[in-house]
């Protein structure tokens, strides 16, 4: 578990630098903007890697169970997960629902995190997602503040629904190849129960 740990603190304390916008400037003044988003793109990468050995560590030495979720949690998790694709690729194609949820990736972020929250009961589960539950929900709200100061949060939403059905189709494309084929492959835990 020490591994998954280490990759969170690296991960999320890496972007939870970027909230922090006067040491940020400050930091890029120092170092110019290349060598800034290398090193954050480098310290990023290290974190994800970590958090994956150290949650598959983990998760090949046992659960530790701290509750027994319910079975109609996991059907919840997958519907709030299509959700999460959906915004994850929304905040890409600017539209109805970008305008409308005004940061889609911290709120696919979010939904993602809670879906897996619902979905597991054990220790590693509730200490990775509820990780990236917690840094979502700051981040959102350093990001509410920064869009006030910056006087534009209330833009209009653009014409047309093109990019929204875009957001719709793509974003389903990928979840059901995640469900399919991804995550059993990646993750190594198949989400749909398995046939006999």
């Known amino acids: 578990m020490t591994l998954l740990v280490l ?18 400037a400050a930091l890029i003044g120092r170092t ?15 974190g994800i890697v970590l958090v994956s050995i150290g949650y598959g560590q983990y998760r090949a030495n046992g659960y530790i169970p701290v ?4 079975v109609w949690t996991r059907h919840l998790a997958l519907l709030l997960v299509l959700v999460a694709f959906i915004c994850f690729v929304a905040a890409y194609l600017p539209g109805h629902l970008k305008a409308r949820l005004k940061h889609p990736m911290l709120a696919g972020v979010k939904i993602w995190a809670l879906a897996h929250l619902l979905a597991n009961g054990d220790l590693g589960s509730i ?26 949060g209330g833009t209009a939403a653009p014409a047309g629904w093109r990019n929204d059905i875009l957001a719709v189709v793509i974003g389903t494309a990928v979840y059901l190849a995640f469900v399919f084929w991804l995550h059993p492959w990646l993750i190594g835990v198949p989400v749909l129960p398995m046939r006999a």
């Open 7 to 24: 990759g969170l603190v690296l991960f999320l304390g890496t972007h939870s630098f970027s909230m922090a916008r006067e040491r940020r």
């Open 32 to 46: 110019g903007e290349g060598p800034y988003k290398g090193l954050y793109s480098l310290l990023s990468l290290a």
């Open 67 to 70: 509750w027994d979720p319910p």
């Open 127 to 152: 200490l990775l997602f509820g990780s990236f539950l917690v840094w979502a929900v700051l981040a959102r709200i350093s990001a509410k503040r920064r869009d006030v100061a910056a006087q534009h």
